[in-house]
DNA sequence: CTGGAAATTGAGGATGACCTCAACTTAGCA
DNA sequence: TGCTAAGTTGAGGTCATCCTCAATTTCCAG
């Protein structure tokens, strides 16, 4: 039923969608709209035709990345060492955001999240449970670590990430060495508060947060 | 030779720093200036006259809350304990910025020093330096770790800080302790990158960054 | 008390982003 | 080849912030 649409609003659509990848991509998800406009070669109001909200963009844009996101988690979990896919999962979410200021955005915001966004991160959360459960059965995760966790660790790098872009892209590396290295159940040491409840992580996910 | 001054004009400086620091307490570094001249009672106009630039209401504001750290400093030091010490140090300089929206921006950010907040900050570091010298001859933290992996440690903390303040204001503590742990020298795995250089730190604390 | 220097005022210009809509252009069917 | 619905356009309204400056008010020294 789609199919009833102008070969030349398709091909402006698809101008726009490349447009606005690149632009989130580079400045990040508050990126002026104009600015994809101008690239897509395309009139503002064409935009707004065919993206009424920012939102739609993200709708469009992010599902098909978030995929990738699977992938690593079945990389991950199908690694033999439950450490070493633990690890690995973490490394390659952050990797991904490092690569991409947008996914960066997404993932270090209360973030903004509709419909499918929503999805493929609970989708994130079932993996990641299983890769936590198995690397703290494992003996090598310590033991009161929570998947919620995961949450902070991921506004964490975000911001590592954000800043070092320009001087020195590579950093957040160390940093996340530092982390792991506090993440393994001999490193242990009493933790002074709770790990955040399934309700708290959910208030931020809906919940606009400030910008910075 | 300020002495000249009118006693009216005075009365409003005082103002509008109390203003200016009730506000950038609340909304960070970036707030709206029009809310800062409102608060204290006092015409846009008048803001202007006695503040030209945004930067010269943080040099009259921060150099004040930096002696915090100074004292921070002081009595880590003094803790017979060395790593006691560095991680006591570290968690107050994240506790401060975890009750100023201002002080968290300006340690969030690639920071807009000047004058004499540059010089506060070279103290700080200088500080720092015999902190971490001192933790790692006591063997209890990792020989690995250098003064400037301090920064990016900011960094993290900050926009945790930030995304927690509504719905779990405590759990940076928690995160922080993950840290830690993974900063002890029991702890410590190799890591795959470098620290960043004095000059990569420096350039953090020029170059403006752009926002979040 | 008073004159003039010092300070204050706030309307308004500049900027950059958002979003709308009446007028125009064009694809594609008959 | 028209003709029309679908699509495009961009000037311009709105809003929030910045900052300026001519007119006005206030302080205080003489």
Known sequence: MPKTRRADAARNRDKLL???????????LDAPLEEVARRAGVSIGTLYNHFPARQDFFDAIFPARLAALDRLAETALADPDPWAGFAAYVEGLVALQAGDRGLNDVLARGFPLASEL?????????????????????????????TSDMVPLMWAMSQIIRESKDAGPEVWRRFLGFV???LRAGAAHPLPVPALSREQVAGFMDGTSPGA
């Open 18 to 28: 490349d447009a606005a990848a690149a632009v989130f991509g580079e400045r990040g």
């Open 118 to 146: 929503g999805e493929a991160c609970h989708r994130g959360f079932a993996h990641l449970d299983r890769l936590v459960e198995r690397a703290k059965e494992s003996g090598r995760l310590r033991g009161d670590f929570e």
């Open 180 to 182: 792991l290295d506090g």
